[in-house]
């Protein structure tokens, strides 16, 4: 998640954080959902936060070796890049990421995958996570295990989930793009630049599910895991928010804690991971989020402190979610104003 940086005096004063058918049932989705693991998750992560990726920075070497590995994971599952794309990249030019003073970031690109709905394709939900973290600093390397990398391989397990689906004729109805955004921490940008340049109509878009750190507990969290912030989920449609809190009462029971959903929160959470891009444009968007630990934004965020049975729960949420809002008959609407 990005780092909020108050301007003068307080500079250093970082607050600590930054209609079912016959085919898609809701017992099918009971048997999907256990086929994302913490082993796999695991394995996923020391790879993706491992040392060689040298903490991901954006547009940077270590950034784009991540992304090569994701896509071949992607190929592994026989999941390809959108059909309206032409290859698995969405370039994010540096011009648009120019922010301020800070440091010229160089050219990087957004990362998609693409499972086809079945009846209705051209209705597109959208599970977000970023794959960019903060880089190297005085030759330390920042591996950014929960920031991103949690949610970045959520997105891949939560992909083979749909897939596995489909192979067995339960594919989804509705399409889903896997969109893995980069620039994240540097202001938002490649949501940003998604949301500007979207690769297909946002009304057509019914949904942004952001996962942005889910695999560790927070200091407000110390006896248990078993808990995620929802953030984001009532704001424009409340058929989103019910749908959420019906899939963890039936398969996940997570303690959903609505902290951060407060619209005087003083965090301001809401505006400072990528669903809000889509959120601001009017799509429904909800963000999974698990506060902020003492290894946030330091070369401490490592794996081996990822805790991947709470990590398992929350992209078994996820995808639970994603399944709901891709087969249901009707779309969600939206029916709030977005405050
Ligand atoms: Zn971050």
């Not at 108050?6 to 079912?20: D, N, R, T």
């Not at 749908?243 to 959903?261: C, G, H, M, R, S």
Request: hydrophobic content about 35%; proline content about 4%; glycine content about 8%.
């Amino acid at each position: 998640m990005k780092k909020i940086l108050f301007s003068g005096a307080v500079l250093s004063l970082i607050l600590m954080s930054c209609s079912s058918t016959k085919v898609a049932t809701k017992a099918d989705l009971g048997t999907y959902i256990n086929t994302i693991t913490a082993p796999e998750l695991s394995k996923h992560l020391y790879i993706v936060a491992g040392d060689e990726m040298q903490g991901r920075n954006t547009g940077e070497e270590g950034q784009k070796k991540a992304g090569k590995y994701l896509i071949e994971e992607y190929k592994k599952m026989g999941i390809s890049y959108p059909e309206a794309a032409s290859d698995w990249y969405q370039k994010v030019p540096s011009e648009f990421m120019k922010r301020g003073f800070a440091p010229k970031l160089n050219d990087s690109e957004n990362i998609w995958a693409f499972i086809k709905g079945s009846e209705k394709p051209e209705e597109i939900i959208v599970i977000s996570a970023h794959y960019d973290h903060v880089g190297m600093k005085n030759g330390e390397i920042y591996n950014g295990a929960d920031d991103d990398g949690s949610g970045t391989v959520a997105l891949l397990e939560i992909a083979q989930a749909f897939k596995e689906a489909q192979k067995k004729g339960h594919g989804p109805k509705r399409s889903i793009l896997f969109l893995h955004v980069t620039g994240e921490e540097h202001g938002l940008h490649g949501s940003r630049y998604y949301s500007e340049n979207p690769l297909y109509p946002l009304a057509n878009t019914v949904a942004d599910i952001n996962i942005d750190m889910i695999g560790r507990r927070d200091t407000l969290h110390p006896n248990t895991n078993n808990y995620v912030y929802v953030i984001g989920s009532d704001r424009l449609s409340s058929e989103l928010h019910t749908i959420n809190e019906e899939v963890n009462a039936k398969y996940t029971k997570l303690d959903f804690d609505y902290k951060y959903n407060d619209r005087n929160d003083p965090e301001r959470i809401y505006y400072r991971s990528d669903h809000y891009n889509f959120a601001k444009k009017g799509i429904p968007s909800i963000f999974f989020f698990n506060g902020v630990h003492a290894d946030y934004h330091l070369p401490s965020d490592t794996p081996d402190k990822i805790e991947y049975d709470a990590l398992a729960k929350r992209a078994q949420l996820a995808f639970g979610l994603a399944w709901e809002l891709a087969n249901r008959p009707e779309r969600i609407k939206v029916d709030r104003d977005g405050k």
